[in-house]
């Protein structure tokens, strides 16, 4: 086969054309798909600040370099500034700048060389953990004062499990606690932790659900302790349904595990002090509340006895006044009384009686006379005022058809007929 044919067949099987975005674009996929997170070590060379706060400068060693950005609000402000020839360890995402199409490193965290890997893993972990808001405060729950039973996740032959063991069978008797045993250090463990944490938070059938759970170990270096600083066991702590107490290591000592639990307390011991009240605390305190209710109690019953005599006092003043109220009243009735004796009202009404039985006898004569008196003296006026007595003196009245009285002549017309009264009668005629 000719070169040629090689060639015709080469392009057959690659038929697809990439823009060069595209190109870019794929191989910026392909390397954040292929790279988490990672630590590089190096040494600094072209660091330039920009006027926009963001920092660029390459990371080279004695065969290769790499380009390198840490975006302004990306990590904290650095101690002291960075110089070209400094020996660094950093922290960050492999990605593409397509404009120029380079790849380069997103500087998360920066530190000197040497200053130790698990301390800048924890800051790293603790800063995406706090982002992502599993140490918000709002989110923590409130342990319930008197807690019935505890689930505490730890080694079973520890001194921690001991000591928070006597604490509480001391200041609570009444606990019911269940242990469930797990590897606080070493490969694996906080796979173990985790695990066991889900075991007590969620539903099971074989013990009842727990009030409060204890993560706990005894303190040692961050090596020791680093198991409690996986996101493992930060995220079972998160998705728990109970609160969650972490108890590890001593005082001075802190742990990712801390920063989620709903409390942290100093050190084991410290922990189940906080989680149950002390019995003996809690005897005195009813005893002490006793005393002051039973002090409540009778002052309350010497109140309300004092009340109940003052009242007693006022009753008897008030019925007193009611009953000489009375009294007065009832007198002052019977002297109304007797001032109407029946028999004098009555014959005050007998002999206002007698009166005007004589005046109403007295009475129809006289009012007929008055009557005959008032009609005459009418029927005078009318005499000489009415409509006879006028047309005695040579008047006349006209009346048209419908007997209404004609007052001028424009009330009549040409053929109507009309009546003419006169003092010995009436006679008809029509207008022409």
Same mark, same amino acid.
């Not at 706060?53 to 840490?70: E, M, N, P, S």
């Not at 107490?245 to 410290?270: K, M, N, Q, Y």
């Not at 809690?282 to 039973?294: D, I, M, N, P």
């Not at 007698?354 to 007929?368: E, N, Q, T």
């Given at each position: 086969?000719?070169?040629?044919?090689?060639?015709?067949?080469?392009?057959?099987?690659?038929?697809?054309?990439?823009? +060069?975005?595209? *190109?870019?674009?794929?191989?910026? %996929?392909? #390397?954040? @798909? &292929? /790279?988490? $997170?990672?630590?590089?070590?190096? =040494?600094?060379?072209?660091?330039?600040?920009?006027?926009?706060?963001?920092?660029?400068?390459?990371?080279?060693?004695?065969?290769?370099?790499?380009?390198?950005?840490?975006?302004?609000?990306?990590?904290?402000?650095?101690?002291?500034?960075?110089?070209?020839?400094?020996?660094?360890?950093?922290?960050?995402?492999?990605?593409?700048?397509?404009?120029?199409?380079?790849?380069?490193?997103? +500087?998360?965290? *920066?530190?000197?060389?040497?200053? %130790?890997? #698990?301390? @800048? &893993? /924890?800051? $790293?972990?603790?800063?995406?953990? =706090?982002?992502?808001?599993?140490?918000?405060?709002?989110?923590?729950?409130?342990?319930?004062?008197?807690?019935?039973?505890?689930?505490?996740?730890?080694?079973?032959?520890?001194?921690?499990?001991?000591?928070?063991?006597?604490?509480?069978?001391?200041?609570?008797?009444?606990?019911?606690?269940?242990?469930?045993?797990?590897?606080?250090?070493?490969?694996?463990?906080?796979?173990?932790?985790?695990?066991?944490?889900?075991?007590?938070?969620?539903?099971?059938?074989?013990?009842?659900?727990?009030?409060?759970?204890?993560?706990?170990?005894?303190?040692?270096?961050?090596?020791?302790?680093?198991?409690?600083?996986?996101?493992?066991?930060?995220?079972?702590?998160?998705?728990?349904?109970?609160?969650?107490?972490?108890?590890?290591?001593?005082?001075?000592?802190?742990?990712?595990?801390?920063?989620?639990?709903?409390?942290?307390?100093?050190?084991?011991?410290?922990?189940?002090?906080?989680?149950?009240?002390?019995?003996?605390?809690?005897?005195?305190?009813?005893?002490?509340?006793?005393?002051?209710?039973?002090?409540?109690?009778?002052?309350?019953?010497?109140?309300?006895?004092?009340?109940?005599?003052?009242?007693?006092?006022?009753?008897?003043?008030?019925?007193?006044?009611?009953?000489?109220?009375?009294?007065?009243?009832?007198?002052?009735?019977?002297?109304?009384?007797?001032?109407?004796?029946?028999?004098?009202?009555?014959?005050?009404?007998?002999?206002?009686?007698?009166?005007?039985?004589?005046?109403?006898?007295?009475?129809?004569?006289?009012?007929?006379?008055?009557?005959?008196?008032?009609?005459?003296?009418?029927?005078?006026?009318?005499?000489?005022?009415?409509?006879?007595?006028?047309?005695?003196?040579?008047?006349?009245?006209?009346?048209?058809?419908?007997?209404?009285?004609?007052?001028?002549?424009?009330?009549?017309?040409?053929?109507?007929?009309?009546?003419?009264?006169?003092?010995?009668?009436?006679?008809?005629?029509?207008?022409?």
């Amino acid at each position: 086969m000719t070169g040629m044919q090689l060639t015709a067949d080469f392009f057959q099987q690659t038929s697809k054309v990439f823009t +060069v975005s595209e *190109l870019t674009r794929s191989i910026r %996929g392909t #390397l954040e @798909a &292929k /790279f988490d $997170a990672i630590w590089v070590q190096g =040494e600094i060379s072209n660091y330039k600040q920009h006027a926009s706060g963001h920092q660029y400068f390459t990371l080279k060693d004695q065969r290769a370099q790499i380009a390198c950005v840490i975006w302004r609000d990306a990590m904290a402000p650095l101690r002291q500034p960075l110089v070209d020839g400094v020996q660094v360890q950093v922290y960050g995402t492999v990605t593409v700048f397509e404009a120029r199409g380079q790849y380069q490193l997103n +500087v998360q965290i *920066l530190q000197p060389r040497g200053l %130790g890997l #698990l301390q @800048a &893993k /924890f800051e $790293a972990l603790k800063r995406k953990l =706090e982002a992502e808001g599993l140490f918000a405060s709002e989110r923590k729950r409130p342990l319930p004062k008197f807690p019935q039973r505890i689930g505490i996740v730890t080694s079973p032959s520890g001194a921690a499990v001991r000591d928070m063991l006597n604490v509480l069978r001391r200041r609570a008797p009444w606990l019911h606690i269940l242990i469930n045993p797990v590897r606080v250090q070493g490969t694996g463990a906080a796979q173990e932790i985790a695990v066991a944490t889900r075991e007590l938070a969620g539903p099971n059938e074989r013990f009842a659900p727990l009030d409060v759970i204890v993560i706990t170990r005894g303190g040692g270096s961050i090596e020791d302790l680093w198991e409690f600083n996986e996101e493992i066991v930060a995220r079972a702590i998160f998705h728990s349904d109970v609160p969650i107490v972490s108890a590890v290591g001593h005082e001075i000592d802190f742990t990712i595990c801390d920063f989620v639990a709903d409390l942290r307390a100093p050190t084991p011991s410290a922990a189940a002090e906080l989680i149950v009240p002390d019995v003996i605390d809690l005897r005195q305190q009813t005893e002490r509340c006793a005393r002051a209710l039973g002090r409540q109690l009778l002052d309350r019953v010497r109140d309300a006895q004092q009340r109940l005599d003052h009242a007693r006092e006022m009753l008897q003043r008030c019925l007193a006044h009611k009953i000489d109220a009375y009294k007065r009243a009832l007198l002052h009735a019977l002297r109304v009384l007797q001032a109407r004796s029946p028999v004098r009202e009555l014959m005050i009404r007998s002999n206002r009686f007698a009166d005007l039985r004589r005046r109403l006898v007295a009475c129809p004569d006289r009012l007929i006379e008055n009557a005959k008196q008032r009609f005459y003296q009418i029927e005078g006026i009318l005499r000489v005022l009415g409509p006879d007595a006028t047309l005695g003196r040579g008047y006349s009245i006209t009346l048209d058809e419908r007997g209404t009285i004609v007052r001028t002549v424009l009330a009549v017309r040409t053929k109507m007929k009309i009546r003419t009264r006169v003092s010995d009668g009436e006679f008809g005629s029509e207008i022409l």
